[in-house]
């Protein structure tokens, strides 16, 4: 089975601090891809990465950067956290010949 | 405008009873068509994919697409407790490095 990995399920940060948000595939998948989900809002793509050290933003990238240094790893970083990036985050990554995407459990960040 | 928008819902139905969920989205661009369910504290996993106009059928589950409309269709026949879940929409064009657009999600809880 195809296993993403959150890193963290629950933190609490406080505004002003850098988070880092860890994300593992173990299924050699190129793409990966960081959402948030905010109720009324859906989901809202991040931004992704289609190779090593490759990224695109997405739709809502200001605020967060990302690091791919590594194949199976998709880190996405808050350089300094806001409350309005209260949230949570889902990581994803493509199956190629299917177009599936493999979700982490997600990682629910609340910045007081 | 977003380029998918779903029913909102909530729904809330017996058990046994016949499910429509819908979206309807506004680029024809769009050739890929994914319903993803979510249960509560959970990542999104795929339920189902289709990628032509007409039904596909998957047990208890048909997922219906109307490219001429450009509306889009779960149906869940024999509701059962167990799929109470947040059901998402997913839409995707062709060789867009596997980048969904997804609707807002509808919750649906099956009573007993």
């Known amino acids: 089975d195809v296993k993403v990995t959150q890193s963290s399920r629950y933190l609490v940060k406080r505004t002003g601090e850098k988070v880092f948000l860890e994300c593992v595939q173990d299924?050699?998948?190129?793409?990966m891809f960081w959402y948030r989900q905010d109720p009324g809002l859906g989901l809202r793509l991040i931004y992704f990465?289609?190779?090593?050290?490759?990224?695109e933003k997405g739709d809502i990238p200001e605020g967060y950067s990302v690091s791919r240094e590594k194949k199976e790893r998709f880190s996405l970083i808050l350089e300094s956290a806001s409350t309005n990036q209260t949230s949570m985050y889902l990581c994803a990554s493509l199956e190629g010949g299917t177009g599936e995407l493999f979700f982490g459990e997600g990682s629910r960040l609340t910045v007081l | 405008q977003k380029e998918v928008e779903q029913d909102p819902g909530p729904l809330s139905v017996p058990e046994g009873a016949i499910v429509s969920l819908n979206c309807t989205y506004s680029?024809?661009?769009?050739?890929?068509f994914m319903w993803y369910r979510q249960y509560s504290r959970k990542g999104p996993e795929l339920l189902m994919y289709?990628?032509?106009?007409g039904n596909k059928e998957d047990g208890r589950f048909t997922a219906q697409v109307d490219k001429s409309s450009k509306y889009i269709s779960l149906f869940i026949r024999d509701s059962q407790p167990s799929d109470s879940a947040t059901y998402l929409c997913a839409i995707r064009k062709r060789g867009n490095a596997g980048k969904s657009t997804f609707g807002d999600g509808t919750t649906l809880t099956v009573k007993p």
């Open positions: 299924m050699d998948h190129e793409n």
């Open positions: 680029n024809s661009a769009f050739q890929y």
């Open positions: 990465s289609y190779d090593v050290k490759m990224k």
């Open positions: 289709t990628y032509s106009s």
